[in-house]
């Protein structure tokens, strides 16, 4: 007897981020006596508990930051991987759903904006090779940019500094909205069990970081349909990569700034 398709997609499995590895995304931006520190990048759950504060102090120490910031980047980081393990052994929903996966990002002179679907049912993606591959097709390859999978550090003025790069700055923002995707079926699982009698006919649809909602194949391109996009929607999911002057970075970081204060 075939197992009917709400079913399925409400068939749950123990939570994690819809990627091979399971890493967490962290963002730091700290402020102490007029300087700033903003990072980010993902770190693994499992790593144990001394090596936050290990980096924490080496990173102070590199940036020649002041001592005050080992205490407030080893918080964060704490906090945020708390969060995370706290949905560790919880139920999430699985089953065939891809979801639309927004970039909108600047990484020094580059602006790069782009829109395409994402299997949440593939524990087996990469985002850091989808990075790279986006790079390569996108020939991003300015020096102050950067292809490679290591990090940098950029001081935009004497009291501001950014751990960026452009490959990890895709993959990131992929893993960060994946793991919002992540808690939001822990999330529906929850509910679904505490309204089970009431909901019976209720079938789960994430909800993707940019309010968009997740979809299936067979609904989207139809059963006999192309998957061939229409020309109405080239320009969607069509990718864009600018490089900006000098003067239009200028103006974005001042604009950046003056939000934050």
């Not at 501001?160 to 079926?185: C, D, G, K, N, W």
């Amino acid at each position: 007897m075939k197992t009917p398709t709400s079913a399925f997609y409400r068939t749950p499995v123990k939570f994690r981020i819809p990627t091979a590895d399971n890493l967490v995304p962290i963002r730091l931006d700290i402020e102490i006596d007029g300087q700033r520190y903003k990072d980010a990048f993902t770190w693994n759950p499992s790593d144990p508990d001394s090596e936050v504060v290990m980096f924490a102090k080496r990173t102070v120490k590199d940036l020649k930051l002041p001592p005050a910031f080992v205490t407030q980047i080893a918080q964060s980081i704490q906090s945020q991987l708390a969060e995370f393990r706290s949905y560790e052994g919880q139920d999430m929903y699985a089953g065939e759903k891809i979801v639309p996966i927004k970039l909108d990002l600047r990484v020094n002179h580059t602006l790069i904006k782009d829109q395409f679907l994402w299997d949440l049912n593939n524990f087996e993606s990469d985002p850091e090779e989808f990075a790279r591959n986006f790079c390569k097709d996108m020939d991003i390859e300015d020096p102050e940019v950067g292809v490679s999978v290591s990090n940098y550090s950029l001081i935009l003025n004497e009291n501001i500094m950014l751990y960026f790069h452009v490959t990890p700055a895709i993959a990131f923002a992929i893993r960060e909205q994946l793991y919002e995707i992540a808690i939001q079926s822990v999330v529906s699982a929850r509910e679904s069990r505490m309204n089970k009698k009431g909901r019976r006919g209720f079938e789960y649809t994430p909800v993707s970081k940019g309010g968009a909602t997740a979809v299936d194949l067979v609904k989207l391109f139809g059963q006999k349909s192309s998957v061939v996009r229409k020309r109405k929607e080239w320009d969607v999911y069509e990718p864009i990569v600018d490089l900006l002057s000098n003067e239009e970075v200028d103006a974005l970081e001042a604009k950046e700034e003056r939000n934050f204060r």
